[in-house]
């Protein structure tokens, strides 16, 4: 069911959701900048500052994702992001009074509740703003707002970080406490100057249902404990491992509770491929969005307000100009060419892991900086196009459980494994050029995975979805 019949109701609630969505991403990547000022004062290591960024935020918003995935299928979308916006929001500005690592993986936890609460709402809403036809512009420019995010992490950060930089407290905390406001003010917008979308068909909560909260609930609550309680070199093998194990239990559930939702989603091979594909790119997407700054301080002595000025500014120009112009290469080749959304994915992906590469070999910043610019346009050429498979292929029906499907294994196997794993490296190896150049190798897995499912794509009778028995 459409949003609204209104054009200037559609433009409002689409500039709202994107104003939050690159609200998601400064908190959840501003910690990139902030990375060397936690570190040199709660005297952590690298390992610990991936699991932050990486396990202990990634797991909570995957499970969490899956309930609330389904809940945006049935619910008030518009109320879902803005509650979850409050949520993250005040998480963020917390985590300003952490005092030690435990209590910073809470305050992340509590970023990926916020996260959960509203994602697959959001990106569900803005399945139904736009037509089939220019499905990858629209969400290419909606994608483009992760960019947008992600920079203004690193320029607020670096700024925030130079301004008090002579404070007798550590300049990290307050870049926290200006991070979380917009949130806040982007869920007031959609409160007072959106219209809430129409009444849409609900049922009322089922036992099994109940049953999954419980699951889940307790899942996120033990995951976070375990990094509380434990050193990342066991607490995050072992919060991956429940996550695994759960995400197991929730698909079979899901296979016998609700057969037509399980056969437009995982049940199939196409969906299934496009989440693997995905779940390699990010695991190295993430990894150098979050180790990039940190490596640029340490290799070449650049300091917190000229590498949140020049990355920051990078990461928000390259994401930009490759998201649209990726969105745009997409459609039209989509229109030639069945596949043609899969092969723009595939020759992005392949452009970024190249540029990963040569940027984590650079000594010379310049080059590292051209290897950088490079990056962010590849990682922006498939954003939005990924979003658009994903909605290419999954009924409107189920896109709420399909996308917190595809976000729970993507999330725990990319940023919840990428930035640690990176981290371990390069406490092991002693070079984080070493450590991120390594993990570009899960990107040939992403390719393969990309290049069967155009096989697939090329073959629209093998996509028709299954119909359940009975």
Known sequence: MPISPHKSTRIGIFLGVCWLYACIHLDRQILG????????????????????????????????????????????????????????SLSCIGAAFASDYSSLVASRAGVAVGEAIATAAAVSVIAELAGERYRARLASLFLTSAFIGAGAAALVGGAILDLFRHATFAAWRPALLVAGAPGILGAIYLRFFCAAEPVRPRRLRTR??????????????????????????????????????????????????????????????????????????????????????PFAQRRFGVG????????????????????????????????????????????????????????????????FLAAFTVLCLGSGGWTGVAAALALDLLP????????????????VLGPGLGPFLVGLGSDAFGSLGT????????????????????????????????????
């Open 33 to 88: 900048i902030l990375a060397e000022s936690v570190k040199s004062d709660l005297h952590l290591r690298d390992r610990q500052l991936g699991a932050l960024t990486g396990s202990a935020f990634s797991i909570v918003y995957a499970l969490l994702g899956l309930y609330f995935g389904n809940m945006a299928d049935r619910s008030d979308r518009l109320r879902l992001v803005r509650v979850g916006a409050y949520v993250w």
């Open 208 to 293: 099994q249902e109940n049953v999954n909260i419980a699951v889940l609930v307790g899942a996120s609550l033990g995951a976070v404990v375990l990094q509380v309680r434990l050193p990342p070199s066991w607490a995050v093998p072992l919060a991956i491992t429940l996550a695994a194990m759960v995400a197991i239990w929730w698909a079979q559930r899901l296979r016998v509770a609700d057969p037509p939702a399980y056969l437009a989603t995982l049940g199939r091979q196409p969906f299934r491929l496009l989440v693997a594909a995905f779940a390699a790119v990010l695991f190295v997407d993430y990894a150098a969005g979050f180790w990039f700054i």
């Open 304 to 367: 917190a307000t000229a590498a949140g000025a020049q990355l920051g500014g990078l990461l928000i120009g390259g994401g930009i100009i490759g998201c649209l112009l990726g969105g745009w290469i997409a459609d039209r080749w989509h229109r030639a060419h069945r596949a043609g959304r899969a092969y723009t994915a595939l020759l992005a992906v392949l452009v970024e892991g190249a540029a990963i590469w040569l940027a984590a070999g650079q000594t010379n910043y310049h080059a």
């Open 396 to 411: 409107p029906e189920h896109r709420g459980t399909g996308t917190a499907a595809y976000f729970l294994v993507t999330t």
């Open 435 to 470: 450590a991120l150049a390594a993990s570009c190798a899960t990107m040939v897995l992403g390719v393969i995975a990309l290049l069967k499912l155009t096989w697939w794509i090329n073959r629209p009778a093998l996509l028709k979805i299954p119909t359940a028995p009975g």
